[in-house]
Each structure stands twice: as structure tokens, then as C-alpha cells.
């Protein structure tokens, strides 16, 4: 079989690479000059379904107002306000509702975890390759904050390793925390979770891919799925068109823009958030990677080079003032947790999280026979990104995906809301 994949970010170098391995013939299409220059270039790197719930939580609805009057922390909302923004952001304030966030984070739960298994069961790339880890995450509260009331019982129930630590144990599982002027209380140690650079394990699964016979083109955008009837028959392109059995949209945020093309609105919107990356070769690094919760800013070291700062969520493209803020709030921040970094000029990157109102991906079939999703994966898509390939890849060789699809399917929202004859079924919460 044919496949055509537009984006060469996380999502699209996995797929090609799942395809590849089944033995189909894939060509793999990007606007940009290399593999992973989208979301994947230098995001937080964390492997998590220790904390992957929903952010369209109780209460997200006022927080993101309060920011629109500056007190916000560590969340925001930008300006112009489009008519995208405001269908996209009161989608995202319905799924606050307390049962539609569980559902959500069951769902994000199922799929993260299964993604991350499989991610570091493959022996074909390791830990290596991509500055990965395999050691856990700290998730870390001060002394006002806690887990919310359900995030214990839900990866309980999920049958996810975790422990709770006080200040005393959070410094024998993370000493560097020991010299940080920000203090911490408690956290939650996942033993299972890890970290790695997405971009890295995005370069090493597109070389296996090519190894094995796909092809890619960088610097050739795709401008328009071609229709015929019920079916997606090809790709018009900058440079020309291609035909395909199959067309897997993996374009990220701008997988809004093409699936229009064939008569889609998906409500995929831009969430900013920011990194500094450190070079620290030689000095000691964080020994796990760590996200501290009321801050809103999470670290983890890559291999023996890199160590990242990565933070905040402001829904839309921030101008260049709010960035400038950002970064240096971000700068402080790192330095006083982990203050070797201070006299090291970090590299400064600002990133779009192609966001979903309930936090979850468009996966699998689409409206048309031969048209395939694996978009929209919001802030989770490096923990997702082998589970999503594996799923899209079982369905377009008609087999049955390992988990229950019907949470990710592509028609849940309507213009003007949600279809819950589109809502997957859960068990009530032990
Ligand atoms: C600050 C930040 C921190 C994050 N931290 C984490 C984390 O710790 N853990 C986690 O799991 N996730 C994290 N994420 C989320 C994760 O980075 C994204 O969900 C993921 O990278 C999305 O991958 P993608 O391949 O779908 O999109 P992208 O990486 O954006 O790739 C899309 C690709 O499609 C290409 N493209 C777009 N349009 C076209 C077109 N028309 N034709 C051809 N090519 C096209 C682009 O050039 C791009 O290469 C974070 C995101 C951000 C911004």
C-alpha cells in the first residue's frame, strides 16, 4: 500500500516508521527544512502519564479569565480574538465539567501509558538515541497546593506505580532540590514515567523509516487533499501531486488548515509555551525529570549535554513583549532551582501545542475510506506519539487497535458543541 503522511513532526517520523515496518511503501511530506522544526523541535521532553490529565479542569474557566486581567500564573490568553478562539475556548470550558474532565483524563490516561510501553519496549531505538530516560517523574506542589482530588485515584485505578513523598523523601529521590531557593512540600513519584528529546527520537524513527524504504520530502507543504466522492485519493503539493492508498494527516496544528481542504473543522488551537535549553556538559544534572504543578514548569536533563526548563501555556500566539516576559520568568525560575545554570546562556525556543478542547487527539479514521488521522495531540503528543502510530497503523491494515479508539474519534465535536453519542463509556470511579 501507498501511504502518503503530511508532517514530519513526533507523530509523523513514528507513523512512518509503524507503516514502514509493516512493510508499506511511505512517503513522508514537510514544509519545513528538516524533521521535527514544529512542536517536537524542543518540548519539554517528558514522558508522562503520571500527570497527563486533562487542563480543561474544575475551575480552568476562571483562571483563564483571571489571567485576561494579569493574574493569571503560568497561564494566559492572547489576543486578537478570533472566531476560532472564542468556538475553541467555549468547547474547552465545557469539558471543565467534573465528569467530562475524568473522561478526558481516563482517556489521555489509557492512551499515554500504552504509548509510553511501547515507546521504551522498542529495542530498535534506545534510551541513547534520543537523550531518553527511563527513571520516573517527580511532580512536585508547594506548601498550599496538593494533587486534585481525583488524580490519585485515577492512576490507582489505572493500575500506574506511583508514591507520595514528603519534602524529606522528595530530596533523597531528587538531591538537586536540596540547593534550590524554591521549596517544595510533597510530590508524586511516577517510577514509570521518563523523559527523552522528541526531536531526537523523531530524527532516529524517520532514519529507521528511511532504512527500511520510505521516503521523505522536506521543504514540499502539502496544499490540499484531493476528494473523489467518498475517498482522499492524493495530495496537491508546492511541487506537485501524489497519489496514495492512504493519507495520514500528521501536520500538528496546521492539520486544521489542510483537513479543511476536504471539508473539516476540527477544533485544533494554539496553546504557546516556552523552553530554555541548557548546555551543561560536565557539570551534575537534575537525576529525574520533574514538573512543579503551581508553577506551571517542568525540567529534565538529555543525556549527558542538556538540561531543559520548559513552561507556561498561553492559549494563542503571544506577542513579543508577553515572550520576552516569559522567557525571563522562565530564566529565574531555572536559575533558582538549579543555580549552575545561571551563568550559562541558555538556547530560547517558543512552541504551539496544537490543543483540543478536552485535551485528546483526532485518531484514526476521518469521514473519508483511505483518509487517516493523528493530529491534535495538545501538551501530551511526545507521551502519545508511539500509541497514536500503533493505533492508526492497526486500523489502516483493518485490524482492531489494542484500545478503545472511541474517545479520539474525529467527529466528537460539532460546530457548536460536543456529540455525546460520540462519548466513550467508563466505569464509575472506585
Ligand atoms: C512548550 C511545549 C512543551 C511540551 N512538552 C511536552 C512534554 O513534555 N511531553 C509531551 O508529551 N508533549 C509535550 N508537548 C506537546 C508536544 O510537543 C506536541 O503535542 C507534539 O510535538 C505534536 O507533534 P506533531 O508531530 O503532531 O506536530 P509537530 O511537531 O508540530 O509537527 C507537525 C509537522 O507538520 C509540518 N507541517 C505542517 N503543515 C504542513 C503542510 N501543510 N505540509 C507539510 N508539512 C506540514 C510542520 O512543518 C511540522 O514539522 C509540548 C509542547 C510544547 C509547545
Avoid at 267 to 279: D, E, K, Q
Avoid at 393 to 400: A, K, P, Q, S, V
Wanted: with cysteine; proline share 5%; hydrophobic share 45%.
Amino acid at each position: 500500500m501507498r501511504v502518503v503522511i503530511v508532517g514530519a513532526g513526533i507523530a509523523g517520523t513514528v507513523t512512518a516508521l509503524a507503516l514502514s515496518r509493516e512493510g508499506h511503501e511511505v512517503l513522508l511530506l514537510d514544509g519545513a527544512a528538516e524533521v521535527a522544526r514544529g512542536a517536537s523541535q524542543a518540548n519539554a521532553g517528558l514522558i508522562s502519564p503520571g500527570h497527563c490529565f486533562s487542563w480543561a479542569e474544575p475551575g480552568i474557566a476562571g483562571m483563564a479569565l483571571k489571567s485576561l486581567f494579569g493574574m493569571g500564573d503560568g497561564i494566559g490568553v492572547c489576543a486578537p480574538w478570533m472566531p476560532s478562539l472564542w468556538r475553541w475556548g467555549a468547547l474547552f470550558a465545557r469539558e471543565g465539567k467534573r465528569d467530562r474532565w475524568l473522561a478526558n483524563s481516563r482517556a489521555a490516561l489509557a492512551l499515554s501509558a500504552y504509548s509510553r510501553n511501547l515507546l521504551f519496549d522498542d529495542r530498535n531505538i534506545p534510551l541513547e538515541a534520543y537523550g531518553g530516560s527511563h527513571d520516573g517523574i517527580l511532580y512536585l506542589y508547594g506548601e498550599n497546593d496538593e494533587p486534585g482530588p481525583y488524580d490519585v485515584a485515577l492512576l490507582r485505578e489505572a493500575g500506574e506505580s506511583f508514591d507520595s513523598l514528603d519534602h524529606v523523601k522528595l530530596i533523597e529521590r531528587e538531591p538537586m532540590l536540596g540547593s534550590a531557593s524554591v521549596k517544595f512540600a510533597r510530590g508524586v513519584f511516577c517510577a514509570n514515567d521518563g523523559t527523552g528529546d522528541a526531536a531526537r527520537y523523531a530524527a532516529a524513527s524517520l532514519n529507521q523509516a528511511l532504512s527500511l524504504g520510505a521516503a521523505v520530502h522536506f521543504g514540499e507543504k502539502a496544499l490540499r487533499l484531493e476528494v473523489r466522492g467518498d475517498a482522499v485519493c492524493g495530495v496537491e503539493t508546492t511541487h506537485g501531486y501524489y497519489e496514495a492508498d492512504a493519507v495520514v494527516v500528521t501536520a500538528g496544528l496546521a492539520s486544521k488548515q489542510l483537513l479543511a481542504t476536504a471539508g473539516y473543522s476540527l477544533p485544533i488551537y494554539p496553546v504557546t509555551g516556552y523552553s530554555l535549553s541548557y548546555h551543561v556538559d560536565g557539570t551534575s544534572r537534575p537525576c529525574v525529570g520533574a514538573v512543579s504543578i503551581p508553577h506551571k514548569v517542568a525540567w529534565a536533563a538529555f543525556g549527558d549535554a542538556t538540561v531543559r526548563f520548559t513552561g507556561f501555556a498561553d492559549i494563542g500566539v503571544p506577542g513579543r513583549a508577553k515572550v520576552e516576559a516569559r522567557l525571563r520568568a522562565l530564566k529565574q525560575f531555572a536559575g533558582n532551582v538549579y543555580p549552575i545554570v545561571r551563568s550559562i546562556e541558555p538556547i530560547p525556543w517558543v512552541g504551539q501545542r496544537p490543543m483540543t478542547p478536552d485535551n485528546l487527539p483526532f485518531l484514526g479514521k476521518s469521514a473519508h475510506k483511505n483518509l487517516w488521522l493523528n493530529c491534535g495531540h495538545g501538551a501530551m503528543g511526545w507521551t502519545m506519539a508511539c500509541g497514536s502510530a500503533r493505533i492508526v497503523t492497526d486500523l489502516i491494515l483493518g485490524r482492531e487497535a489494542t484500545i478503545d479508539v472511541t474517545p479520539y474519534r474525529w467527529d466528537r465535536y460539532g460546530m457548536f458543541g460536543r456529540r455525546s453519542s460520540t462519548d466513550a463509556v467508563w466505569p464509575a470511579l472506585a
